[in-house]
């Protein structure tokens, strides 16, 4: 069975421009979740996206938005980026329930300049 | 690999060796406790898991003890092999808080050969 898949790995953009990134879930999982992980804030919750709604929002700006699809898929984009936004960002999915496990992806690696 | 931390904790074992990692968490309303290990240039990978209405819960050389008291989380890993070095993660659950996790600051662990 396939893991958590996020593309692309790497990015490197520049301040002011926007951002998408994109997470595959494992097969069957409904919820999709996305951190962002950086080394003064450590992993911090973006939101949840569950039968394409979002469920759950943690504290970001609205710079910081996502969505899901009907095949569980997610994307996250981030408009006018600025330094502070470079990170990893990680995608992590479970069947449904609060209680399901969650399995990260490898995560995408976003560098602004 | 990614940085996760540039002032994590640090725990330096002698492999076969006994590994304790603590974890202390804040919110007396989490009802839902995960370990997770970090792997440079990976995602988080699930380890263990603990309901608040556990005290102890053991697993394939880890055991994970909750004492609710004093807000207190630790994952034993017994004969501690290289393959254990990574960085480690307690996350929580909080009641009525969908599948947001919430993380600790991570904790590296050194295997020495």
């Known amino acids: 069975k396939a893991g958590v898949t996020q593309t692309p790995r790497y990015l490197i953009k520049t301040r002011g421009q926007q951002v998408t990134l994109s997470c595959s879930p494992i097969?069957?999982?409904?919820?999709v979740s996305w951190y962002q992980q950086t080394p003064g804030q450590g992993l911090q919750f973006l939101f949840e996206?569950?039968?394409?709604?979002?469920?759950n929002k943690g504290n970001f700006p609205g710079r910081f938005s996502g969505r899901q699809f009907s095949n569980s898929r997610s994307e996250m984009n981030v408009s006018t980026l600025e330094l502070g936004d470079s990170a990893l960002y990680l995608c992590?999915?479970?069947?449904?329930?609060?209680?399901?496990?969650?399995?990260f992806g490898p995560g995408t690696r976003l560098t602004v300049l | 690999g990614e940085s996760v931390g540039l002032h994590l904790p640090t725990l330096s074992v002698q492999e076969g060796d006994n590994s304790i990692i603590n974890c202390a968490y804040s919110n007396s309303a989490s009802d839902y406790f995960i370990w997770y290990k970090q792997e440079s240039g990976k995602g988080p990978q699930f380890i263990i898991d603990i309901r608040s209405n556990m005290d102890k819960r053991q697993g394939q050389r880890v055991t994970v003890l909750l004492n609710k008291t004093v807000k207190h989380l630790s994952l034993q890993i017994a004969a501690t092999q290289p393959g254990d070095s990574a960085v480690y993660f307690c996350a929580e659950i909080l009641n009525n808080a969908g599948n947001m996790l919430t993380f600790g600051g991570g904790t590296r662990l050194m295997v020495k050969p």
């Open positions: 992590a999915s479970s069947w449904a329930s609060p209680s399901d496990t969650q399995y």
């Open positions: 097969s069957g999982h409904r919820s």
């Open positions: 996206y569950f039968s394409e709604t979002q469920r």
